[in-house]
């Protein structure tokens, strides 16, 4: 993503130093043409059914991009809801997933007459049964199903194993369409699965796409006209240099193997994957410091700002826009937030770094922004969005003071 024209560090067409200039840090970048080009190789491979996930990064000029690229948007809360609709997202392009979806969530994707509502449990679909009879209207929906499947990620992003919270367990088929037939006001016209994050094993989509025609036939031969067949997301990114290898076309070739000879519409809601590597964090070194014999760089960003390594131990590649030279340091990047689990990287390779300097955390377009905090009461971070020559702020970072006036002290205090 980060090039380097006579030393000058470029994003497209754009001098990292102009965004510098104009923007402190801690900031995240996103590239509209590496955004771009993700999604048209994706819908070229995999159709053209693909529904972004919105949990990944719900700026709306990220949302108002994928909705120029003509596809739909998966969320999972009613804010994303109204945010993909704020954005410019037809109702007819939203699928409305989630596990814990109130009443009034519900009674909102109705009124918007969204594409498809995605229920996770028979409790779900008897509420959304009660709701559509009350205001006199017939729903279409969907069930997310569990088919106890490992993605063979890490357990805190496993969504597919039937100890999972989320979907109806897949030994409940008989149970669903029961329900659904005595419900006169639900339509069931499609089934979906996500089975994790991070996923690269071939062999897990292609045991998932089997179970999942298995059971899409299954309610057709009970004469529940199924649609369509969602199949998640989870398609893997390649952070580190020694992550496995990753050919969206492999998923393709299962895909054909499997649903080829069948009518079912097909789609995927991939998020990460399309958004990652369109993202940098920019940051500062405010600090430098040796303990025990380790050399730390303590920067301006920090868990608030990237939670990732802290939750998951997630690994990203970190770089310097200072001149490479042969006198390399071992450092451990850490942020400044007033815990231990604050730290980005461990054991870096780096040239000699100073107060002052900027470094690049890379591959930060996904769960970057959109999961930080407001943390030891620091503020959240600017977003920057680059089109070749231009680029916008996206996001403004609020003033402390905002945050602090935000709170309401009672009365008797």
Not at 1 to 10: A, T
Not at 217 to 238: R, T, Y
Not at 268 to 273: H, I, L, M, N, S
Request: net charge neutral; proline share 3%; hydrophobic share 35%.
């Amino acid at each position: 993503m980060l090039q380097f024209k006579n030393k000058i560090p470029f994003i497209e067409g754009t001098s990292l130093h102009d965004v510098i200039n104009v923007c402190q840090t801690p900031f995240y970048v996103y590239s509209q043409d590496i955004i771009t080009q993700k999604v048209e190789m994706t819908k070229k491979i995999l159709g053209k059914n693909i529904f972004f996930s919105v949990k990944s990064n719900s700026n709306q000029a990220i949302l108002k991009i994928m909705q120029s690229l003509n596809i739909g948007a998966d969320v999972v809360s009613v804010g994303e809801l109204k945010r993909s609709l704020s954005a410019g997202f037809h109702p007819s392009k939203i699928i409305f997933e989630g596990v814990g979806k109130s009443k009034d969530d519900l009674v909102f994707a109705i009124q918007k007459n969204i594409r498809l509502i995605n229920t996770e449990s028979l409790e779900e679909i008897k509420l959304l049964q009660k709701l559509a009879t009350e205001k006199n209207k017939t729903i279409d929906i969907g069930v997310r199903l569990n088919p106890n499947i490992d993605g063979g990620t890490i357990s805190k992003i496993s969504t597919g194993k039937k100890t999972d919270k989320f979907g109806i367990d897949i030994n409940e088929i008989e149970n669903i369409i029961n329900l659904v037939s005595n419900c006169n006001n639900l339509n069931l016209i499609g089934i979906s699965c996500h089975i994790g994050s991070q996923i690269s094993n071939i062999d897990v989509y292609k045991n998932t796409f089997i179970e999942m025609k298995k059971v899409a036939d299954k309610f057709v031969s009970a004469g529940i006209n199924i649609q369509h067949v969602d199949l998640g997301g989870g398609f893997h990114v390649k952070y580190n240099k020694n992550d496995p290898e990753f050919e969206i076309k492999d998923i393709k070739k299962e895909l054909d193997r499997c649903f080829g000879k069948s009518s079912y519409e097909i789609s995927f809601e991939p998020g990460r994957y399309l958004i990652a590597e369109a993202g940098i964090l920019v940051t500062s070194i405010i600090n430098t410091k040796q303990n025990g014999g380790i050399n730390y760089l303590i920067v301006d960003a920090g868990m608030n700002t990237l939670v990732r390594p802290a939750m998951y131990n997630a690994y990203h590649d970190i770089e310097t826009i200072k001149n490479i030279t042969d006198n390399s340091v071992s450092y451990t990047v850490a942020g400044p937030i007033c815990e231990s689990s604050d730290i980005f990287i461990k054991n870096v390779l780096l040239s000699e770094q100073s107060i002052g300097d900027i470094l690049i955390i890379k591959n930060t377009g996904a769960y970057g922004k959109v999961m930080s905090s407001t943390y030891n009461t620091r503020p959240l971070p600017s977003e920057i969005l680059i089109n070749k020559e231009n680029f916008a702020i996206i996001y403004s970072s609020d003033k402390i003071e905002k945050n602090i006036e935000e709170d309401i002290i009672p009365s008797w205090l």
